[in-house]
């Protein structure tokens, strides 16, 4: 019998040994170690890193994925189980959502007989780079699935949170980078060359109106500037400039449309200032979209077993590569509370365990309610 004492200790355990994205070898290891232990099969698939293994029996089949990767950050928490890896820390959860998935798939295991159907377990790697859930759901793992489920720890969140809602819940995620090709010159004779840092200054202020002024006040979107660089001293001017940011938005042909008006704005900046400007307009995790039968599925399950269920009025803007499982298949993704004082992806970042009490149990009730 799973006990809430063995879930922690997985969580520690992961917690303890991190790995980055495409490398989560001894992660892997280690999970199939516990499956095994449990006498549970696995399913072989063409990953190097990520596991799938199945319980069950049955022309249904349900779908439940954990993310296993880590980030490159150095973790500023001092305990018991601090990450032993120099500068690789569970900074986003991850070990909280495997522990988690592993006390569901050994919790049914239990009770196998029971299952009117199939339950699929996704160990899913590289959930950090974006593009983790595209290259599985391009292997087998999701034959025969009818429906994907999975969550998130929220750290903003109480513990007994679960927060949800149909339609878009979190959203796509893209990357943008201007690579600005000017002439240089010396800085008291422009007449001689061609300042990228005009064009630079001009792109900054265009890339904002395409959120105030092209799109309808309904049609959420944010465009956010990270980097912008150019030159390298006060009296020369430079030859090139470069500005990257991201996108995030809601709906495919808002996306679609703010990536057109950049290369808009960027040919019309080359014919302004004749200079040359090249735009690398990459698409990371799409928006995850709430199946509404399954969303209505979930907030029951999760009433059922005694979560606060709060209806979100919108979307969060962060990014989350299970959208890649969904493209073929309806799913439903929650976030769950797990009430750390420093939020995802911060070095202080510190979840509260009792999450790990109640996680499980909504998966099991709402399994058995999709295979009712």
């Known amino acids: 019998m799973t006990s809430f004492n063995d879930v922690v200790k997985w969580r520690r355990m992961f917690h303890q040994y991190p790995e980055l994205s495409k490398y989560e070898y001894k992660t892997t290891q280690r999970i199939k170690d516990i499956l095994t232990s449990y006498n549970i099969k696995m399913i072989d698939i063409p990953m190097e890193t990520g596991l799938v293994a199945e319980i069950g029996q049955g022309e249904k089949c349900i779908a439940v994925r954990t993310d296993i990767d880590a980030l490159p950050i150095q973790e500023q928490v001092s305990q018991d189980f601090t990450s032993t890896n120099d500068g690789v820390m569970h900074a986003c959860g991850h070990d909280i959502h495997m522990a988690s998935i592993l006390a569901i798939a050994t919790k049914l295991k239990e009770e196998e007989e029971q299952l009117n159907g199939r ?84 792109l900054i202020t265009s890339l904002q109106t395409i959120i105030s002024r092209n799109l309808s006040a309904f049609d959420s979107a944010v465009i956010t500037i990270g980097e912008v660089s150019s030159g390298n001293t006060w009296n020369v001017i430079a030859d090139n400039a470069y500005v990257q940011g991201t996108v995030r938005s809601f709906k495919p042909e808002v996306q679609d449309y703010i990536e057109q008006r950049m290369h808009d704005i960027a040919k019309g900046l080359e014919q302004l200032f004749n200079i040359e400007i090249e735009l690398i307009y990459t698409r990371l995790p799409g928006a995850v979209i709430n199946d509404v039968e399954l969303t209505k ?24 590569d299970f959208s890649g499982l969904l493209e073929h298949h309806p799913g439903v993704f929650a976030f769950i509370g797990s009430n750390s004082e420093y939020d995802l992806h911060h070095p202080k970042y510190n979840p509260d365990e009792r999450i790990l009490e109640k996680t499980p149990d909504y998966f099991i009730e709402l399994i058995y309610q999709l295979l009712a």
């Not at 007994?160 to 796509?172: D, H, L, N, R, V």
């Open 119 to 202: 339950v699929r377990f996704l160990f899913q790697p590289a959930e950090e780079l974006g593009y983790g859930a595209k290259v599985m759901a391009k292997t087998n793992a999701l034959d025969d699935v009818q429906a994907i489920i999975g969550f998130h720890n929220s750290p903003t969140l109480d513990i007994g949170e679960f927060a949800i809602k149909s339609g878009p819940i979190t959203s796509a995620v893209d990357r943008f980078e201007f690579k600005i090709h000017g002439k240089g010159a010396h800085a008291a004779k422009p007449e001689q060359g061609n300042d990228p840092v005009m064009a630079l200054g001009q």
């Open 297 to 320: 599925h979930a907030k029951e399950a999760a009433k059922k077993v005694g979560y606060t269920v709060i209806d979100l009025e919108h979307p969060y803007t962060i990014g989350e």
